[in-house]
């Protein structure tokens, strides 16, 4: 897992006053490359498709029995979607499936199996996995259920994970998050994913690889390679609103649009949902260390602890991004006052030039008969001289003063 130096080196310049004075403060791994962002209008474009997803149907599940399945959530893949991979250390077998039923037989198999399945709507599919599977029903309401919080359970012959799992589509640029569960098995390990993707394929890759060490594990090791990846996403996802926060950065040069505001406030929005859908993966994973659970074998708990502090450097990362923009709104807010009071210091010196101005030409514009210098021959050019001698050292005055 990829190592983020850049993050305490934020940390550090948004606790020093120097970050005030020079906003270039960049977010990179080592390993990553700065992407071109073009203009400043696209830099603040790209925010808009961040989003999380919202829970549908929710009151479906009004009324009913406890261990009820009803998908709550949007239907994200029109038909599911069944892969296996089966392996040992000497061999593999890997296989799409049309019938869960095709899965069965892998159960009593000495190998390691793992079942992924793709897409959460298939309530009869679900049933059937939890009858063969021994999964009780409660499990398996949660699994179709998206809005559940992420926890861990264990049960005798099996565990429950679930989380939200964050990643980024480079085709239709979107950071979008999908509920994943995880069943641990003796044997095997059940995953569930509400659409397809391609995070999984790096690990798909490790496990056809007769040299790898998953090969030689047991399927606790396959669950926590499979969260180890999804912690990984996260630290490419961290990578991008590091992108996008420089974005936003170097727009505060050039703009101070609205547009620009309300990137700034949306970046805020999404980072604090990222932390809420993050945070209790940190709280499931040191379950996982500080519990007995009899389906992790004691000498992989030092790879669940790995998985646990890449998770508070995340969670660090993204406190340290939510403190940069709360700084990028504190300078967008003084950009703001401070181009308001050079407004008000030009109307402000513009009506104390004309304020004498306006006294002399109302005292020769009085409607009384006799007033000598009306009828005086050089009265027209005296006034001028007067007007252009005061509009003279009031800009003389105010250029000493330093107001112009």
């Not at 264990?154 to 589509?169: A, C, E, N, W």
């Not at 690990?203 to 390679?225: E, V």
């Not at 450097?313 to 990028?328: A, C, K, N, P, Y």
């Amino acid at each position: 897992m990829r190592p983020l130096p850049w993050a305490d080196r934020a940390r550090k310049e948004i606790c020093s006053s120097a970050f005030l004075k020079d906003r270039s403060v960049r977010f990179y791994s080592r390993n990553s490359t700065k992407q071109p962002f073009g203009s400043v209008i696209d830099k603040i474009k790209i925010m808009e498709p961040v989003k999380m997803e919202t829970v549908n149907n929710v009151s479906k599940k009004a009324g009913t029995s406890p261990g009820t399945m009803v998908h709550i959530g949007e239907r994200k893949i029109e038909k599911t979607r069944i892969r296996i991979m089966d392996y040992d250390g000497g061999q593999i077998r890997e296989k799409e499936v049309q019938e869960i039923e095709e899965c069965f037989p892998f159960k009593a198999e000495p190998t390691i199996t793992w079942i992924n399945i793709d897409g959460l709507h298939d309530i009869e599919l679900i049933e059937k996995i939890g009858r063969h599977f021994d999964v009780h029903h409660l499990i398996l309401e949660d699994i179709v259920h998206t809005g559940i919080r992420p926890k861990i359970e264990q049960f005798d012959s099996f565990t429950f994970i679930v989380f939200k799992m964050l990643y980024y589509v480079e085709e239709t640029d979107e950071i979008v998050d999908e509920q994943f569960s995880i069943i641990l098995g003796q044997n095997f390990v059940i995953s569930f994913q509400e659409r397809e993707g391609t995070v999984f394929n790096p690990l798909r890759d490790r496990i056809r690889s007769s040299k790898n060490r998953i090969r030689k594990k047991g399927a606790d090791y396959l669950t926590y390679a499979l969260i180890d990846t999804v912690v990984d996403n996260y630290f490419i996802l961290l990578e991008i609103l590091g992108d996008k926060i420089e974005g936003l950065d170097d727009a505060l040069l050039t703009s101070i649009s609205k547009e620009t505001f309300h990137a700034i406030n949306e970046m805020k929005r999404k980072l604090v949902a990222l932390r809420r859908a993050i945070t209790p993966l940190k709280e499931l994973i040191n379950t996982v260390e500080k519990e007995a659970f009899d389906l992790v074998d004691e000498r992989n708990i030092i790879f669940f602890k790995d998985v646990h502090d890449h998770t508070v450097q995340i969670l660090e990362t993204i406190d340290t991004f939510r403190e940069l923009i709360s700084g990028l709104h504190d300078i967008f807010m003084n950009n703001v006052n401070n181009r308001t009071n050079e407004i008000m210091k030009t109307l402000t010196i513009t009506a104390t030039i004309f304020i004498p101005l306006t006294f002399i030409a109302g005292i020769y514009g009085m409607n009384f008969k006799y007033i000598p210098e009306l009828e005086w021959r050089w009265g027209y050019f005296a006034f001028w001289a007067l007007i252009v001698a005061i509009v003279g050292g009031m800009f003389y005055y105010f250029k000493r003063k330093d107001w112009l």
